[in-house]
């Protein structure tokens, strides 16, 4: 049995483009492989804190001396199982303001932590979560991949890379403002060329 992880971000619920590729993905994977275990976490729903003052030190460097700091640590743990526990990894990231969610974002700081999901070694940083599968499923009114002004799909892979998750394929949905039916016959071909291997 594999464990799909899926993280959806959008702020758009059921309307969500994200949410529902991310939707397909799961209808057409446990049709493919009934017995799969789909883990699902809506960093919009239930929202990871931004990291403050007292909980860095929680998350940066296991300070666990007050309830704050204890609380911090224990979603932190939490998160990294669910990753460490995945077979591969589907997440839905809309651009929002030129980069991925706020919300996504606290889930890295979040994530992010010397000794559990990296380390420096003489050679460098070295990531530690188990380098699964990811698709990683771009949402966007406008259309900017491959050019100058998509800072986000590179920041995505850097940092998904510097935890360990170098597997990481990005399936661009968009141009949704003016033309959604294309992008989304496009995202959707691609997860069934995914889910045909
Ligand atoms: C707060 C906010 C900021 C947005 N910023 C951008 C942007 O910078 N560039 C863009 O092309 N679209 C932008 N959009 C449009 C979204 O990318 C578009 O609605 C996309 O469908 C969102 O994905 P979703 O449908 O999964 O929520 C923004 C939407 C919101 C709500």
Redesign the pocket.
């Known amino acids: 049995m594999s464990t799909l992880l899926v993280l959806r ?4 619920g059921d ?7 991310l939707d397909e993905f799961i209808a057409k994977t446990v049709a493919k492989w009934p017995h799969t275990r789909v883990v699902e976490r809506d960093l919009n729903a239930e929202q990871i804190p931004m990291l403050n003052s007292r909980t860095v030190g929680a998350i940066r460097a296991g300070v666990n001396d007050t309830e704050e700091r204890r609380a911090a640590i224990a979603l932190s743990d939490e998160l990294v199982a669910e990753l460490k526990a995945a077979d591969y990894i589907a997440i ?8 991925a ?1 706020a919300t996504f974002k606290s889930y890295i700081d979040y994530i992010g932590r010397a000794g559990v999901t990296f380390r420096y070694t003489e050679n460098g940083p070295e990531g530690l979560l188990p380098d699964v599968p990811v698709y990683a ?1 771009i ?6 991949a491959g050019t100058e002004h998509d800072q986000m799909s590179g920041w995505v892979k850097q940092v998904l890379g510097f935890l360990g998750l170098n597997k990481v394929e990005l399936i661009h ?5 003016y033309a ?1 039916d294309t992008a989304m016959a496009q995202a959707n071909a691609r997860i069934d060329e995914i889910v045909a291997c």
């Open positions: 971000t959008s702020l758009n309307n969500s483009f994200s949410n529902r590729l839905g990231l809309p651009r929002y303001n030129f980069s969610p499923f949402t966007s009114g406008g259309a900017y949905a968009e141009g949704l403002a959604a």
